[in-house]
């Protein structure tokens, strides 16, 4: 029995009959099974609206890390003076979180895989109202940077949940269209925090930042309580099994479901992820190199992000409100990935499936389409342009930025930068899913340490490379960057099947 994992360990492989089946290793077996008449299971009950509407819940859970991290920013002078501490004391909270919400995913992201997304989302969003809350009401700086820690801790945990959604609701060859989906949280709150926390302050004071995070954390624990159902696959597999009672939202115990059950489509794990197993995702050349790639390009999508203010203020003279505007471009043209990156990574994924024979159906999934389809070059056909667009991108806003050129020149440049930098992280995020169907929270809490590390030590060196280099010169460090990481992706495109093919007559 093959399992679906990029990184096949013999002690914990799972079995699910929707990606693992009963597939032979006979080429005619294969075909057997991939004819439409064997696909008989839908791989998920829910309607498209219903698995949008899940999605875009859990994507709003996520926005909550990015809002803590970055909406009191406004408010540090305030906090630094009603706490009686250094303005650098305070920064040093936004460190703390950083480190924090890249580590814990590692600790958290086998549970969610294999007990199911809905607890997780509960105890987080509880836990983060009252950090809030606790947050809202302090005078002693240490208590500030202990509860700032916790808030960490929550956001990392929930950051990987939207992510794992899409893989428990939606087929490989559907996944573009829904990744913009489980993005909006992560797209909008880097932007939007700064700008809410500027006007939330100047009118009502900093601790209305925090019950501000506590009431929007409140709300999102009503809706999960009420609609969101519990999509784990080794819990409710295609969503026909019921959930422990405990872990049915009030929709379902007025409303149960009518499908019949259909408990081969569970993925049964034999051994639970600890965090050791969780970095051994790691181990595998696909995943090490992904990561790579998305750590780089997170990293120059951050430098821009957080030496965007610095630069605005410099140069073009803009109060705080209007900074935080300037930031709406990037967030933009992140969004608009959807109709670029999105549709193209379906319509590509459907045709390199055509050329070796597999019949990409709605909502059904082949067992064997994970060993027979070159993944690597239906993702990465895609991701390799985007990756050398944002390279030119990030070289003009340099040079634009260097020059002082009209305010509308270096805007534009932001909106390309964030249409490709989010091209190149979904599409590669689409391709570790694929790789690690079985637990792909796993997969992407690795993902996100590396990428949040990269994020913190890119925030530690923006500002003094721009003093040092001018930022035309560390356009075109950054870009070279980008191109210095590219061959790995080519590596992946040529051989990685290959790769994989490999290693999975290995493990037989």
């Known amino acids: 029995?093959?399992?679906?994992?990029?990184?096949?360990?013999?002690?914990?492989?799972?079995?699910?009959?929707?990606?693992?089946?009963?597939?032979?290793?006979?080429?005619?077996?294969?075909?057997?099974?991939?004819?439409?008449?064997?696909?008989?299971?839908?791989?998920?009950?829910?309607?498209?609206?219903?698995?949008?509407?899940?999605?875009?819940?859990?994507?709003?859970?996520?926005?909550?890390?990015?809002?803590?991290g970055s909406m009191y920013l406004p408010a540090i002078g305030s906090l630094a003076s009603d706490l009686h501490v250094s303005t650098a004391k305070i920064y040093l909270t936004l460190t703390t979180y950083k480190i924090f919400q890249a580590v814990t995913p590692l600790l958290?992201?086998?549970?969610?895989?294999?007990?199911?997304?809905?607890?997780?989302?509960?105890?987080?969003?509880f836990v983060f109202?009252?950090?809030?809350?606790?947050l809202a009401s302090q005078t002693n700086y240490a208590a500030v940077l202990v509860l700032r820690c916790v808030q960490g801790i929550v956001a990392g945990t929930s950051t990987i949940v939207a992510f794992a959604s899409i893989t428990d609701l939606v087929t490989r060859g559907e996944r573009g269209k829904y990744i913009f989906y489980s993005s909006i949280g992560m797209t909008?709150?880097?932007?939007?925090g700064p700008t809410l926390g500027g006007l939330v302050t100047q009118y009502l004071g900093w601790r209305s930042v925090f019950w501000f995070m506590s009431i929007t954390a409140g709300v999102l624990l009503l809706i999960i309580l009420s609609v969101l159902r519990e999509t784990c696959r080794a819990v409710v597999g295609n969503g026909s099994l019921p959930p422990q009672p405990w872990n049915k939202c009030a929709l379902q115990l007025v409303n149960p479901s009518r499908h019949e059950p259909e408990p081969k489509t569970r993925i049964i794990f034999r051994k639970r992820l600890g965090v050791l197993g969780t970095l051994k995702i790691l181990h595998d050349r696909h995943v090490a190199l992904l990561v790579l790639c998305s750590a780089t390009c997170f990293c120059t999508s951050t430098a821009i992000f957080n030496g965007l203010a610095y630069l605005l203020e410099q140069k073009y003279h803009l109060e705080p409100l209007y900074v935080g505007l300037c930031y709406l471009p990037f967030t933009l043209g992140s969004c608009t990935t959807r109709w670029t990156a999105g549709t193209l990574a379906d319509r590509l994924f459907k045709y390199y499936a055509r050329q070796v024979?597999?019949?990409?159906?709605?909502?059904?999934?082949?067992?064997?389409?994970?060993?027979?389809?070159?993944?690597?070059?239906?993702?990465?056909?895609l991701a390799l342009p985007f990756v050398y667009f944002y390279t030119l991108c990030i070289i003009?806003?340099?040079?634009?930025?260097?020059?002082?050129?009209?305010?509308?020149?270096?805007l534009v440049l932001l909106f390309f930068c964030g249409n490709a930098s989010s091209g190149v992280n979904n599409t590669l995020s689409m391709l570790v899913a694929d790789l690690n169907v079985t637990r792909p929270a796993s997969a992407r809490a690795v993902m996100s340490m590396v990428n949040w590390l990269a994020s913190a030590g890119a925030s530690a060196a923006i500002i003094p490379l721009i003093n040092a280099i001018g930022m035309g010169w560390l356009g075109v460090l950054l870009g070279g960057m980008m191109i210095l990481v590219s061959p790995a992706l080519w590596a992946l495109?040529?051989?990685?099947?290959?790769?994989?093919?490999?290693k999975a007559s290995a493990v037989e």
């Open 357 to 381: 024979g597999e019949d990409i159906q709605p909502n059904r999934q082949c067992p064997t389409q994970i060993q027979r389809i070159p993944l690597e070059k239906a993702r990465l056909v």
């Open 1 to 68: 029995m093959k399992s679906e994992e990029s990184v096949p360990d013999p002690s914990d492989r799972a079995r699910s009959s929707t990606e693992t089946g009963h597939c032979g290793s006979v080429q005619e077996d294969a075909e057997k099974e991939c004819s439409p008449k064997a696909v008989q299971s839908l791989y998920c009950i829910l309607s498209e609206k219903e698995k949008i509407f899940t999605i875009c819940v859990c994507s709003l859970v996520t926005f909550l890390g990015p809002v803590a």
């Open 129 to 134: 109202i009252c950090t809030g809350i606790g």
């Open 493 to 502: 495109y040529f051989w990685g099947k290959g790769w994989r093919d490999r």
């Open 396 to 410: 003009a806003f340099g040079w634009v930025m260097n020059y002082n050129v009209h305010l509308a020149g270096p």
């Open 188 to 192: 909008i709150g880097p932007s939007i």
């Open 108 to 125: 958290t992201a086998g549970l969610s895989d294999q007990t199911g997304r809905r607890p997780i989302l509960l105890s987080c969003l």
